[in-house]
């Protein structure tokens, strides 16, 4: 998925831009990797459409071949059920989607393994969706400190 995203920043792919009836503009951002989840996991590329859990022949003509729709919906549900959730985490991060920064991004839970050791983050969204690239903008705070704080309080 890093590799699909990586293509769609060089090529400038942004999501659509719209404004509200109050005249606030949303959209026009690159394409995070949740985005590119939904988009490619979303039958309606198939030919296909979904409702209550079923598919069912759309009319509309399919942009890809349902075989190949489906190899990569398959592959990003493995990869999703090998994903660590948090419920299940031996160290669950108790303030995941709750914490937010100076910019008002939210802190996603991460970690870093040394010598055998776990070390928890929260990390700024945009450190995330953004690594590689400059990292002047974002936190990087120690989950422990947070969590023991929070606990006491």
């Given at each position: ?38 988009l490619l996991s979303n ?80 990390v700024s969204t945009a ?27």
């Amino acid at each position: 998925m890093r590799r699909v995203k990586e293509e769609a920043d060089r090529l400038g792919l942004n999501t659509k831009r719209s404004t509200t009836a109050s005249g606030t503009e949303r959209g026009d951002k690159s394409f995070s990797r949740g985005h590119l989840y939904h988009l490619l996991s979303n039958p309606i590329y198939s030919g296909q459409i979904a409702h209550k859990g079923q598919l069912y022949p759309g009319q509309h003509r399919a942009l890809i071949e349902t075989e190949t729709w489906t190899a990569v919906r398959d592959q990003l549900a493995a990869n999703a059920r090998d994903h660590r959730r948090k419920t299940h985490a031996t160290e669950p991060s108790l303030l995941a989607g709750v914490l937010v920064d100076a910019r008002g991004e939210r802190l996603t839970p991460s970690h870093a393994v040394k010598k055998g050791r776990r070390y928890r983050y929260y990390v700024s969204t945009a450190l995330i969706a953004d690594a590689g690239r400059d990292r002047a903008h974002g936190w990087r705070l120690q989950a422990q400190e947070i969590d023991d704080a929070v606990i006491k309080a």
